[in-house]
Every structure is written in structure tokens, then in C-alpha cells.
């Protein structure tokens, strides 16, 4: 189906575009920016104007629960969201039930994404077998059957096994996606180690957990030459060693959540267990030095997105879930950064599209010609409430709820079809 | 309170339950912690404590302001002495009272405490005494009742215990009169010490002079000094010109967490003994929460000592308690004493 889209602010990031043009797209695919191709007749016109186009958002870390927690949420559900949302790409983590460790749970993921019909599923197959730790998956069959990465997802690998999986890894150019968190440290704490975790008496998660697990993963990425994607830090001091890693050249990247930019640990101080999320909500200096690594594109952004049932959530604050449904508030709580001046518009996009793109190797988050029709269009002004109503993720779990947002995602295509239109 | 510095386009409601603990007159609803309570209404726990210490020496040991009232023990985790206070306290004021011990499972985490409440409240009970492992149980159940129902704290995981830290407080002020002039000391496992976090709160609101913790690094939270204290390694320095000295319990599970290497050299560090205590003021009064392991956080002989309290703590635990009670449940919050 052709579809014009007129009058919007293009916004590509990879190519230096930023520009108000008429887009054309045909085929599925973008095949012009300005002029009109020869013989073009939209079936369908969009009115972009005022509103931005940008490509579409690519999201390193999701959980999407199906298989195994469909009470939590389903794949039909949240690639709802995240094509509501803008995403036209979600990477979902391996810890379903049963684990996505062979071909397939991979293809089932995938053909159940297809069926639902919006955003494209790129699943992490698991780096061990069952996550266990101890016996690799085959990673090249995994990798044939569309796994984009393999991932330990936050369970534990002694240091050994993990050199010995990321050498198998690098064999077949595979990405390894790794929580960088040292269980022991971590211990049973719920919250960043500082005043309010000294204030409440609640167990502390100290900023080491993170640095010494970062410090040892990037010894072992330079050493075994491997690809490796840190996803969810929140330290400063994590920002600044990767910082350093990558510009000594090792193969090492990251991502934060888009909530760690606007939260702290302050927000915990009343036990809402809407603000119990892994890793913690660290402290404000955190918070700007992960808002200064994502300016420098030492990180890009995730959302992290973990919806939950209900009952997850209604226990004393240690014993809840953590975990935020994080997919429909990603691109407002990243907007809130440009309107701060920490980031310019088109960073804010390249960090949700491009960068991730680029990490996995994938031919995706630019609007070039002849590029995959894989964009959003979104209004960055206007302003809405979060609620129930508008909410799409199963998981009610977000700390915004009631809030008021500001930036709304008005259409998005994939492969040229519009999935979702604002209603 | 605020998320921290948000940026301007978004706006997020700050979550704000710091007055969940005081109905719509400004009146105590439910105690949680003593944090963000007014110096008035820890003065009012106190002075209405006062009235009701002379109702253990009379002949019957009940007053009626309670009568009708039904009021649940529910305890998570075991502890026969707070109980036994609390249903002590509740019994003198002629309410009727329930103990509930939920063993200590899995199943009685998460839901299950939700579920609890929600039995129990279509009991049509009054007041929730609540005591469970986790930090914020407290504000979990006193979010999760009817509105007519409240809820008292006697303990949550490392957070508070606010009616222990107001019956140490009435101890205080009972020797020491005035706040203003006093240097507190708080000596042991501070980390992982409800009582401590709530007595500091407490002296703080109540204008103590100083605050002090005394502690080995292991046992103190990451960021200590956010509690509103001064903090100390060892008591030498700790200890100089002290008028109050509060010893907490050392739990003997602190030895497998790598935390402390053992009683022995914990005792020749931070045990209070006649020695140590010579560095504070002649006249300091020395406060233990009970029980006390003799030989590892005190001596026995300042234990039982001239300056020691320890006693007396007991004693006021079950007029602070009523206090407590009457100033949330009683029909017109004035206190009659007495009868």
C-alpha cells in the first residue's frame, strides 16, 4: 500500500537528516524523502504536521512473559504497547518458561509476534542451557533461528563458564547481553545502598554489585575479543569504566533504563513497590552521570520493560517483584531530557533507534531510501495523563500512573503498514 | 518529598505518606515510625503515659477508656516480650485483644499478609498491632485497611519500632527531664537496629543535644550520618561527656555474615563495661532494649548496675503502649487517668 506522509519534522539521525519533508513510502519500503517518486499514488496520507517522524525505536530490553507467564502479560499484549509506543523492534530477554534455549521457543516467540501483527520480536536465546550457568546452548542455531543475542538474563554464570561462553559466542559474531550485577554483593537487597536505604532500614544494593561485575566483564570481552552489551547500569562509576573500555577499543556497549534518568532512590522512601525495579534507583549523581554518558553515547537507552500482575506488587516493599512496565513512558521520560537540555532531539532519537541498532548489528533504525518502512510519527508537545484506560502493557506496574506525560506517538509502520494509530 | 530533581516537562506526583499517620484533624491515625510526627504529639504519648503509670499500682489494674474496642496482636515474626506488652497495655484499658502468630514461612510473605488483614478486618477489629521481618510492612497494611482501622508498628524488618523508642524516650525524660541538654549514645548493631533508626528520630524531633552511634564499620548503614548522628568507631571518644547510653542486642547470627569476627573481640571493642563507662558524664543512665547477652554487648555488672535502667524500661513499655492505644482508639482522645 502507498502511503504519503506529509508535512512531518524527519528526523534521521544516521544520516544527518532533520528536515521538514513528504515521505513516500511504497512497497513497504521508504522510497522517497521530498520528491514525488514518478506514477506514486498514496492509498493513504498522514498528516505529520508539527509532529515528528523519526525511525523507529528499537528496545534492547524487553520482557515480554510469554511463554510460561502469560498471567504477567502476553506477547500479543506488549508488542501492542510497543508499537503504541513507537517500538518497531523489541528484544526480549530468555527468561520465559520454557527458557528460550533452543530454536523452538525462538521460532514460537516469533511466529506468535507475526500473528499478533505489531512490533517485530528479536528474541535473546539464553547463553546457557535452562540458564543455569553450567552447559552452553547452541549458539549457532539459535543465532539461524533469528536470536539477535544470547543472554544470561540476570541469572548468575561463575567467571569461567562466562569467558568460556563468550569465546563460544565471538566463534559465530554473536552479541552477549549481560546485567552486570554480582549476585553475592547484591545479596538480598531492594534498593540503592545510601541515605534512604541507611534511612529505612531496607537491605542496600551498594554501587560495587554493578562495578565489580562491569570491571570483570570487560576483562573478560577484551580478552576473549567477544561482543558484549551491558543492558540496565545505573552507576556513575559503571559510566565512566565503559567510557574507558571503549575507548581503549574493546567491543563493549550498554544501555540504561529510560526511568533511571528521571528517578532516585528518593523515590522509594514512602515503600511504594511500584518503585521496586533491578537494578535499584541509585542516587542523583548516578542519575546525571548516566544522563551525561547517554549525551557522550556511551550508553543508549532501554526500557526494561517488566509488566507484573497485580498481587506482584501488594506485599511489604522486600517482598515484592521489581520490575516496571516501562514501554509506554520511554519515549516521554526521553523527550523530558531534551526539554532539560541534556540532549538534543536528534540524540534522544539515535539513542532509542539507531544506537540500538548499531549494537546489534542489525540493518534497521535509519529512514533511508529504499530502507524498510520502520518509523513512528510522534507529537513531542502533547501532553497526556497516564491512566488505565490508556494504558496498553498488561502490566499496570508503573510508578507514572496518574502522572502527567508529554510526548505522544501518534502512528507507527512497520514494513509500511501503519500497526497502531493514535485513536 | 519529592523524586529529585525531575525535569520540567513531565510531571510525576511525589509520594507523599508522610501524614498517613494523622487523620484529617492532625491527630494520631496510625504509628509507623517516629519520623515526620511533631514534637507535640511524641510529648503527648509521653505525658499521657505518665498519667496512666500509676493504673499498674492500683488495686485493679484496668481503666475503661477502651471498652468495646477490639484490638489484633497479629505477629510474623516470634516475640513473646513485645507481645506480651502490647496485650498487656491493651487489657488495662479494658479492651478485648487477639493474638495472631503467623509461623514464619514462605507462605506467610506477600499476598499472604494482605489476605491476613482482609480476614481479620471483617472481624470488625479496631487496631492492627503488626510486628514482620520486612522493612515497610507497616505502611504496607496501614495503606491496604478500611479507614476506621489503625495500625501500630512494633517492628518491621530494620525500619522502626516506634512505641519501644517512645518508651525509652519516656525512661529518658523520667531521669533527665530535659532533652535539650543530652548527649545520646547508640552502641552496636546499628544496620540492622529498628529500635536505633526510631530512637534517633525520636531524640532528634525531641531536641536532643547530640546523637551519636558507636559501631564497627560492618555494622553501620552505607550512609549512617543521613540517620542525623554523629558516628564513632570506638567508645573511648564515643562515650567522652555522655549523658544517655542505649546498648542494642547484638544478634548471634551477625558472626556467620562475615560481619563480626567474634563475641570475644566484640565484647573488648564495643562491650560496655565500668571501665568504659568511666568516659561518660558520673550520672549516665544505661538503656538496653532487652534481652541482654551479658558478657558480649554489656558487662553484667553495668547491666545491673546503679546507672542501669534496664528495668524501669520494661515497667514504662506498658503505659506508653496504653498511651498509644488510647491516643489512637479513644473515644475523645482526653485522657481521664486514672479511676
Redesign the interface.
Same mark, same amino acid.
Given at each position: 500500500m502507498n502511503i504519503l506522509i506529509k508535512n512531518g519534522r524527519v528526523i534521521d539521525p544516521r544520516n544527518g537528516l532533520d528536515t521538514v519533508q513528504d515521505v513516500y513510502i511504497a512497497d513497504g519500503k521508504i522510497q522517497s524523502i521530498g520528491k514525488v517518486p514518478k506514477g506514486f499514488t498514496a492509498k493513504k496520507t498522514i498528516d505529520a504536521k508539527n509532529k515528528v517522524l523519526a525511525p523507529g525505536f528499537i528496545d534492547l530490553n524487553t520482557r515480554l512473559r510469554e511463554p510460561g507467564f502469560e498471567f504477567k502479560a502476553t506477547i500479543a499484549s506488549e508488542t501492542k504497547a510497543a508499537a503504541a509506543a513507537g517500538f518497531t523492534h523489541i528484544c526480549c530477554l530468555p527468561d520465559t518458561m520454557p527458557v528460550i534455549d533452543t530454536p523452538a521457543v525462538a521460532n514460537l516467540i516469533q511466529d506468535k509476534a507475526q500473528a499478533a501483527g505489531f512490533s517485530k520480536v528479536l528474541p535473546i536465546g539464553a547463553l546457557t542451557v535452562d540458564l543455569q550457568g553450567e552447559i552452553l546452548t547452541e549458539a549457532y542455531a539459535l543465532q539461524q533461528a533469528g536470536c539477535v543475542a544470547l543472554s544470561q538474563a540476570p541469572n548468575t554464570i561463575a567467571p569461567h563458564t562466562l569467558r568460556r561462553a563468550l569465546q563460544y559466542a565471538s566463534t559465530f559474531g554473536m552479541l552477549v547481553v549481560l546485567k552486570a550485577e554480582d549476585a553475592a554483593i547484591r545479596d538480598d537487597g531492594c534498593i540503592h545502598? +545510601?541515605?534512604i536505604? &541507611?534511612?529505612?532500614? %531496607?537491605?542496600?544494593i $551498594?554501587a560495587s554489585a554493578e562495578t565489580v561485575a562491569v570491571a570483570q566483564i570487560i576483562a573478560l570481552a577484551d580478552e576473549t575479543g567477544a561482543r558484549v552489551h551491558l543492558t540496565g547500569i545505573s552507576t556513575a562509576k559503571a559510566v565512566s569504566m565503559l567510557a574507558r573500555a571503549q575507548k581503549d577499543g574493546i567491543k563493549i556497549s550498554a544501555d540504561a533504563h529510560a526511568h533511571q534518568m528521571?528517578?532516585?532512590d @528518593?523515590?522509594v522512601?514512602? #515503600?511504594?513497590?511500584n518503585?521496586h525495579v533491578s537494578p535499584p534507583l541509585r542516587s542523583?549523581s548516578d542519575?546525571k552521570a548516566l544522563i551525561k554518558g547517554l549525551e557522550k553515547g556511551v550508553i543508549q537507552i532501554s526500557s526494561g520493560h517488566e509488566p507484573h500482575e497485580a498481587?506482584a506488587k501488594?506485599? =511489604?516493599? $522486600?517482598?515484592?517483584q521489581a520490575g516496571i512496565s516501562s514501554l509506554e513512558t520511554a519515549l =516521554? %521520560?526521553t523527550?523530558?531530557?531534551v526539554?532539560?537540555k541534556?540532549l538534543t532531539l536528534s540524540q534522544a532519537i539515535s539513542r532509542l533507534s539507531f544506537g540500538p541498532a548499531e549494537i546489534l548489528g542489525i540493518d534497521a533504525g535509519h529512514l533511508s531510501i529504499g530502507a524498510e518502512a520502520n518509523l513512528c510519527i510522534f507529537d513531542a508537545d502533547e501532553t497526556w495523563k497516564v491512566n488505565q484506560q490508556n494504558w496498553l502493557s498488561r502490566g499496570l506496574n508503573t $510508578? #507514572?500512573m +496518574?502522572? @502527567?506525560?508529554?510526548?505522544r506517538v501518534t502512528h507507527t509502520l512497520i514494513d509500511g503498514k501503519v500497526v497502531y494509530e493514535q485513536g | 518529598? !519529592? !523524586? &529529585?530533581?525531575?525535569?520540567?516537562?513531565?510531571?510525576?506526583?511525589a =509520594?507523599?505518606? !508522610?501524614q498517613i499517620q494523622l487523620n484529617e484533624h492532625g491527630r494520631l491515625h496510625h504509628f509507623l515510625t517516629p519520623?515526620n510526627l511533631s514534637k507535640d504529639i511524641l510529648t503527648e504519648i509521653m505525658d499521657v503515659a505518665e498519667s496512666f503509670s500509676s493504673v499498674a499500682n492500683q488495686a485493679v489494674k484496668k481503666v475503661p477508656v477502651l471498652r468495646g474496642k477490639t484490638i489484633v496482636n497479629l505477629f510474623f515474626e516470634n516475640s513473646t516480650r513485645t507481645r506480651t506488652t502490647f496485650e498487656l497495655a491493651a487489657k488495662r484499658l479494658s479492651a478485648d485483644v487477639i493474638n495472631i502468630n503467623v509461623a514464619t514461612s514462605a507462605a506467610s @510473605? +506477600?499476598?499472604s499478609? %494482605?489476605d491476613t488483614i482482609r480476614t481479620l478486618e471483617a472481624m470488625q477489629v479496631d487496631m492492627f498491632v503488626v510486628r514482620?521481618a520486612?522493612? +515497610?510492612?507497616a505502611? #504496607?497494611i496501614a495503606r491496604?485497611v478500611a479507614p476506621h482501622v489503625s495500625v501500630i508498628n512494633a517492628g518491621?524488618?530494620?525500619?522502626?519500632h516506634p512505641t519501644q523508642a517512645m518508651l525509652d524516650m519516656f525512661t529518658i525524660r523520667r531521669v533527665k527531664k530535659d532533652f535539650s541538654k543530652l548527649k545520646v549514645a547508640i552502641i552496636g548493631d546499628i544496620l540492622? &537496629?529498628?529500635v536505633a533508626?526510631s530512637e534517633i528520630h525520636a531524640l532528634n524531633i525531641l531536641g536532643a543535644k547530640e546523637v551519636r552511634v558507636i559501631a564497627p564499620n560492618t555494622l553501620l =548503614?552505607?550512609?549512617?550520618k543521613? %540517620?542525623g548522628v554523629t558516628v564513632f568507631n570506638d567508645l573511648e571518644s564515643g562515650l567522652d561527656d555522655v549523658d544517655v547510653v542505649i546498648m542494642l542486642r547484638l544478634q548471634r547470627e551477625r558472626m556467620h555474615g562475615a560481619l563480626l569476627p567474634s563475641e570475644n573481640e566484640y565484647f573488648d571493642r564495643f562491650g560496655l563495661t565500668e571501665e568504659k563507662l568511666a568516659y561518660t558524664k558520673s550520672d549516665v543512665t544505661v538503656m538496653h532494649p532487652g534481652p541482654i547477652n551479658r558478657g558480649v554487648e554489656m558487662a553484667a555488672s553495668v547491666a545491673d548496675g546503679p546507672n542501669s535502667v534496664v528495668l524501669q524500661q520494661v515497667t514504662n513499655g506498658i503505659a506508653v503502649r496504653m498511651a498509644v492505644m488510647t491516643l489512637i482508639l479513644g473515644q475523645n482522645r482526653q485522657v481521664v487517668g486514672a479511676e
Open positions: 545502598a +545510601g541515605e536505604s &541507611s534511612r529505612l532500614g %531496607l537491605q542496600g $551498594p528521571h528517578l532516585t @528518593k523515590a522512601e514512602t #515503600f511504594d513497590a518503585y542523583t542519575k498481587e501488594q506485599a =511489604p516493599f $522486600p517482598s515484592t =516521554p %521520560l523527550l523530558g531530557l526539554a532539560a541534556s $510508578p #507514572f +496518574g502522572d @502527567k506525560m508529554t510526548g | 518529598m !519529592s !523524586s &529529585s530533581d525531575q525535569t520540567a516537562s513531565t510531571s510525576f506526583n =509520594p507523599d505518606c !508522610s519520623q @510473605k +506477600g499476598e499478609v %494482605l514482620h520486612d522493612s +515497610g510492612t505502611h #504496607f491496604n518491621d524488618g530494620s525500619h522502626a540492622h &537496629s529498628r533508626r =548503614p552505607i550512609d549512617a543521613a %540517620l
